[in-house]
């Protein structure tokens, strides 16, 4: 567990809407870090396109301030959840973050905006140290086995062939974006394999699919910044198409976290330490862990959930966007509510101060799931951690 670090004068959190005898006593969120400017070679650097990349007012990976913007919105729509105009007590709220500057400057805006003048700590990992939590594989937090994960990615998806024909439209469209005119397309990505990477802490994966899929969502990322309609995607991607090409993002996942065996592992230590603040007697009574879309589409496929959000394909995150876990006191005992919180897509572009937060039923259980079953429904599906 972190070191909990936090500050003084009351908290609480306001009770559930639609069960006004019950009381909301913790939340425990996993979110995706804000807008970002693209990391280098997101769109390959042999894509073919007519015309030119926009310029980005950050470095490669940074966060924008208009995605900064975007979490502080989010950060005020959640400071619905604490009552009173103090500062947090000590030890009541923890924010944790990876290690990269999107992470930690995106848990730094929240946290500013969450208490406005209780500089509220950001804790995360010395640069350069691998936090297992959002990176397990990379940290040989599990026992990850790359020959089993490859056959289950197999099976999952039907093969990697396979998952490119199911995606041919999309790829298509964004192709048409793209607009090199090539009857090949404008990426040449070769074709589609798999295989356990040569650390075996991972898999490799090539094809169609990994080469458009970091395009559509720099497309995505120029559309979320705000920029002009004639620099998204050239001016040839409105958001219905957005949304569309997104699908090719979304696919991405379905290789490296939705299967059962690989969500097991990519999202076992981040669930692990979830479920423990959500069921240890003492322990924040908020909590926002930050991170990667693939640490909140492994949790989500762990709870056996899909993620939608107005402007989003299907499980592509949205920046900003979190799973958020409640434990509610209720006359029959404790319960967890589960919900993905985000701002739609427009939203986040025009600078509105929308959220949505959408209630998601755990298979098994339903929308209120008692705490010592969501306990052992999640925990089934997570990697141990490996000794020592």
Known sequence: MRPILFLTAALSLAPHP??????????????????????????PADTKVDGAWPAWPVAPEV????????????????????????????GSVRVWTNTAERTVATGRVYADALAPGCDLPVGHNA?????PLFEPLRAGATAFDADRAVAAITAYTGGVDALTVRHADAIRE?????????????????????????????????????????????????????????QVGFGRADATTI????????????????????A??????????????????????????????????????ALGV????????????????????????GSKGPYVTVSYRVQPLDAIRSGAARVVETPLAIPGCGIRCPLDRF??????????????
Request: charged fraction near 20%; glycine fraction near 10%.
């Open 18 to 43: 639609a069960a006004a005898r019950d009381t909301l006593d913790r939340v425990v969120m996993l979110m995706r870090h804000g807008v970002r400017a693209p990391i280098t070679g997101e769109a």
């Open 63 to 90: 966060l924008t301030a208009h995605g900064a913007k975007a979490i502080a919105q989010l950060a005020r729509h959640d400071r619905r959840w604490l009552t009173g105009k103090a500062c947090p007590v000590r």
């Open 127 to 131: 640069d350069g140290k691998v936090d």
């Open 174 to 230: 964004l192709d048409r974006v793209l607009g090199c005119g090539l009857p090949a397309g404008c990426s040449t990505p070769g074709p589609a394999t798999l295989k356990p990477s040569r650390d075996g802490r991972g898999i490799d994966f090539t094809g169609p699919i990994r080469s458009t899929s970091g395009t559509a969502q720099v497309i995505l990322l120029q559309y979320a910044e705000g920029m002009p309609m004639a």
């Open 243 to 262: 949304r569309r090409i997104g699908t090719l993002h979304a696919a991405l996942f379905d290789v490296f976290t939705r299967s059962p065996y690989m």
């Open 264 to 301: 097991a592992h990519q999202a076992g230590p981040i669930g692990h330490h979830m479920l423990a603040t959500l069921t240890a007697a003492q322990a924040p009574r908020l909590e926002m862990l930050v991170g990667h879309d693939t640490n909140v589409t492994a949790l989500g496929a």
């Open 306 to 329: 899909d993620l939608d959000a107005p402007g989003f394909a299907r499980n592509d995150v949205a920046p900003g966007g979190a799973l958020v876990l409640k434990r509610w006191r």
């Open 375 to 388: 306990d052992k429904l999640l925990r089934a599906k997570l990697a141990p951690a490996v000794a020592g």
